[in-house]
């Protein structure tokens, strides 16, 4: 079983202004499809705040997964993406991109979205947008391919075709 973190990124939601809607909602689908939530906290839209929790989560944790939501899009405040550049090794565009263009099937905003996706050391990280719609379509999108990515981030060797 695979150990999972949800970090939800919302100023209102860390101060218990808005239920977190989206951070619950990714639990429930990651449980269903077998993975095991190890961690799961609501931060503000802070940078520094989002490297820590990253970085703890990846480093002492040693999480399989990191899922963000929230603070990918224009606002000022939306900083999740540059947090996340910051601490990762390997940046992974492919899940980027699917994300937009498969979102674009839905709603010409997806391609507002600026979150991105990378490798820290053994834990993949994934930055997704902030509303419940959003993160299920979303999680509609790379579930497929979380299982094997993560087989491969750690090590294995077979062959993927």
Not at 4 to 25: A, Q
Not at 41 to 65: F, N, S
Not at 107 to 130: D, E, M, Q, Y
């Amino acid at each position: 079983m695979y150990k999972v973190g949800v970090l939800t990124i919302s100023d209102k939601g860390s101060k218990g202004e808005r239920e977190d809607k989206s951070g619950k909602l990714l639990q429930e689908i990651l449980k269903k499809s077998g993975f095991e939530i190890k961690a799961y906290t609501i931060v503000p839209d802070e940078e520094i705040v989002i490297i820590e929790k990253l970085k703890e989560w990846a480093d002492k944790k040693q999480l399989d997964l990191i899922l963000t939501t929230g603070g990918t899009g224009l606002t000022p405040r939306d900083v999740t993406p540059e947090a996340t550049q910051k601490i990762i090794e390997k940046i992974i565009p492919g899940i980027e991109e699917a994300l937009r263009i498969e979102g674009m099937k839905k709603t010409p905003f997806s391609i507002l979205s600026r979150g991105i996706a990378g490798i820290r050391k053994k834990t993949l990280i994934i930055n997704l947008p902030g509303s419940p719609k959003a993160v299920q379509e979303s999680m509609e999108i790379i579930l497929p391919i979380l299982f094997h990515a993560i087989d491969k981030i750690k090590g294995d060797l077979k062959e993927c075709g």
